[in-house]
């Protein structure tokens, strides 16, 4: 079975005052006794592989997410890459990615990853403005970020993403307008846009609270996704997600034709769509290592112990063997999947899918039933909203495809609500 793997790696240099990832600043000196953890979670789990001649995963994507992937040596992801290929069957074009942060890139570091097998960098850009990237106490600015991907272009990388910020306090839509205009300039072949959330917990949140930090304009929010919408569309980016856009391929002229994600054999993603994500987004599985990560396959989701020392603790020092794959002694959370509990899963998760969304023919070949023998009462509630349509995309030999509207990517919230269990 076609399998993803997500590595977390949680250190960064300094901990954005937005950020409520699972991420700790100050504590690279704990890295290599990461990267040894990390390694021996892999080769736990790779372990437990062999007690299930019925299922071998087959691993076609790997993302490394943080806090910032990017502050380790090009030596220690070979490391842990070197890990997974003895522990794993990888296919030969294996999507392998990497968050960065523009500020801690080089030609000579880029080219060393690109050495490793890493083959698609996913940069956290965030803004074009001066102001605004001081707001979000990033450790860059532009002209870094224009230098990081030139330099990537130059080691090789043909399959680059820029993550983009939205709905920032005081921030105006000429500001969003300048950011979307820089950051295509500079031809990425995927850009995901992302509007602020004030979380709870985070200085942001409090700030907010107190009344120390302006609170967003939804209105100006929404205005600004309509935007990128329009402009990322006539720039020649595909909208195939809800905050996610990317080119048809190298010549800009056809769509991906990949069974390894979607039953069919013809399919409406963009080549350059991010294969990893879409695993999520279409509820099949991955393996997860590293603190605080989150895994689902095999019936399970889990996920792993959140501190730094306490991952490592686990896994040096635990004597465990008796665990159900995919669990590892660093596993603190897991829960045995229902059938009803991976339906709502995959409802919430394919309807981020704004060119596919859920097409009955997929729906019942994953579940054995009919998907309006489940959501009859749902779906049509959604379509009298607005929030849903009925489409019958020339690629596909079935009239049950649904999928949000324009009003329903704004709303998606009020859909996926009719799915939660």
């Not at 272009?153 to 105006?172: C, H, M, S, V, W």
């Not at 339906?343 to 070949?365: A, E, K, P």
Request: with cysteine.
């Amino acid at each position: 079975m076609n399998t993803s793997i997500y590595l977390h790696i949680p250190f960064c240099k300094h901990r954005c005052a937005y950020c409520d990832f699972n991420t700790y600043a100050g504590q690279e000196d704990s890295i290599p006794a990461y990267v040894d953890a990390i390694i021996k979670e892999i080769e736990f789990v790779g372990r437990q592989i062999t007690n299930l001649p019925n299922y071998q995963p087959i691993i076609h994507t790997i993302f490394f997410g943080g806090g910032t992937p990017s502050l380790l040596t090009a030596p220690q992801f070979d490391s842990i890459l070197r890990a997974l290929r003895s522990a794993f069957a990888l296919t030969a074009d294996a999507e392998i990615s990497i968050e960065a942060n523009p500020g801690t890139l080089s030609y000579e570091k880029l080219s060393a990853l690109r050495e490793t097998g890493i083959n698609r960098i996913s940069l956290g850009v965030q803004s074009a403005n001066t102001e605004e990237l001081r707001m979000l106490e990033r450790i860059h600015d532009f002209f870094t970020v224009i230098q990081s991907v030139a330099d990537a272009r130059k080691a090789g990388f043909d399959n680059l993403n820029l993550d983009l910020i939205y709905g920032l306090p005081e921030q105006t839509l000429a500001s969003w307008k300048t950011t979307l205009s820089h950051t295509v300039d500079l031809h990425p072949e995927h850009i995901s846009a992302y509007a602020l959330t004030l979380e709870h917990g985070t200085p942001f949140g409090r700030w907010s609270v107190k009344g120390l930090l302006p609170i967003p304009d939804p209105d100006l929010a929404a205005e600004m996704y309509e935007y990128a919408e329009e402009f990322l569309e006539a720039n020649r980016y595909v909208h195939y997600e809800i905050s996610n856009w990317a080119k048809k391929n190298k010549d800009e002229g056809g769509i991906m034709k990949d069974e390894k994600i979607h039953p069919s054999s013809f399919i409406p993603y963009p080549f350059f769509a991010c294969r990893h994500n879409l695993q999520y987004w279409r509820s099949l599985p991955y393996l997860a290592f590293g603190a605080g990560a989150h895994g689902y396959t095999n019936g399970y989701r889990y996920s792993n112990a959140l501190r730094v020392k306490t991952y490592i603790d686990r896994l040096t020092n635990s004597q465990s063997t008796n665990l159900p794959f995919p669990l590892s002694p660093a596993t603190v959370n897991h829960h045995k999947q229902t059938l009803q509990d991976d339906i709502s899963d995959y409802m919430i998760n394919n309807l981020r899918l704004t060119q596919v969304g859920i097409f009955g023919s997929d729906f019942r070949s994953r579940f054995g039933i009919g998907l309006l023998d489940v959501y009859k009462k749902e779906i049509e509630e959604l379509i009298r909203l607005g929030l849903l349509e009925s489409k019958t995309p020339e690629v596909f030999e079935t009239s049950e495809v649904y999928r949000l509207t324009k009003r329903g990517r704004l709303l998606g919230n009020q859909a996926f609500l009719r799915f939660v269990e």
